[in-house]
Nanobody, 124 residues
Framework: QVQLVESGGGLVQVGDSLILSCAASGRTFGSYVVGWFRQAPGKEREFVAFISRSAQIKFSADSLQGRFTISRDNIANTVYLQMNSLKPEDTATYYC?????????????????WGQGTRVTVSS
């Protein structure tokens, strides 16, 4: 089992950039596909991006219009989410999650391990 801890959230202004980190424990981190989701108050958890085990495949939600980039460092056991041109609608708690059984997981049910989340607030 892998354990995930997110960090890097905070209060930013519209147009700012922010990098979120997802640190994983365990020696099998490289065997997991890792994704980012977000959940705003009163809304369902929303897919943001995922990255394949070797980082060769990266996929982000179309709604983000290329503003967010996912990356990973399997030596450091960390996945990152670079967020640019932040908007108020990006305000949410951001979660990273790990999946083993699905190669291109975009639904929360396809992930088996979750972090506790990190809060991002974009102020106008």
């Amino acid at each position: 089992q892998v354990q995930l801890v997110e960090s890097g959230g905070g209060l930013v202004q519209v147009g700012d950039s922010l990098i979120l980190s997802c640190a994983a424990s365990g020696r099998t981190f490289g065997s997991y596909v890792v994704g980012w989701f977000r959940q705003a108050p009163g809304k369902e958890r929303e897919f943001v991006a995922f990255i394949s085990r070797s980082a060769q495949i990266k996929f982000s939600a179309d709604s983000l219009q290329g503003r967010f980039t996912i990356s990973r460092d399997n030596i450091a056991n960390t996945v990152y989410l670079q967020m640019n041109s932040l908007k108020p609608e990006d305000t949410a708690t951001y979660y990273c999650a790990a999946a083993t059984e699905v190669d291109a997981p975009k639904r929360p049910s396809e992930y088996t391990n979750w972090g506790q989340g990190t809060r991002v607030t974009v102020s106008s």
